[in-house]
């Protein structure tokens, strides 16, 4: 089993920035994937941004230019740094890694006032 640590979400105004991290703990010996998604309330769940093994990074169009994906290997965490918030990215986000199989944070709270 692999459990997952968020933090870093909270309330920010409009052009701040927030670093969301993500901490693996467990059996965990190789991710094959990384990433974070988002759901705002009464929304579908979205991709927001992924980074592979090889360090091959994915974003979602709507965050292109000011989210930024990385990675600590010898920490086992993952981050996502968000700049220029806007009150659209307002949503619970996931971390989600794949191993072989797929695991879930349990979501933290971003919300962005105007």
């Known amino acids: 089993q692999v459990q997952l640590v968020e933090s870093g979400g909270g309330l920010v105004q409009a052009g701040g920035s927030l670093r969301l991290s993500c901490a693996a703990s467990?059996?965990?010996?190789?991710?094959?994937?990384m990433g974070w998604y988002r759901q705002a309330t009464g929304k579908q769940r979205e991709l927001v941004a992924t980074i592979t093994s090889g360090d091959s990074t994915n974003y979602a169009d709507s965050v292109k230019g000011r989210f930024s994906i990385s990675r600590d290997n010898a920490k086992n965490t993952v981050y996502l740094q968000m700049n220029s918030l806007k009150p659209e990215d307002t949503a619970v986000y996931y971390c989600q890694v794949i191993t072989s199989r797929v695991y879930w944070g349990q979501g933290t709270q971003v919300t962005v006032s105007s």
């Open positions: 467990g059996s965990v010996f190789s991710f094959n994937r």
